[in-house]
């Protein structure tokens, strides 16, 4: 499956969901695709959580 065709299909199945759930089932949906593809990136290596940790975390004063 190319990107283009991915996209596509992303999109339609979000446009499904919403016309289906209404916006709160689609914002839903939403959410657990990016938490899986952040899943995904861990178990991959391709993101550590320090990584993460040290994205979110307020940068520290010297």
Do not use: I
């Amino acid at each position: 499956m190319t990107r283009q065709q991915f996209g596509f299909l992303a999109g339609f199945l979000l446009v499904a969901v919403w016309a289906l759930g209404g916006p709160g089932a689609a914002a839903a949906a939403v959410l657990a695709g990016l938490v899986g593809w952040l899943l995904v990136r861990v178990l991959d290596g391709e993101v550590t959580v320090a990584g993460l940790a040290d994205r979110v975390a307020p940068p520290r004063r010297r």
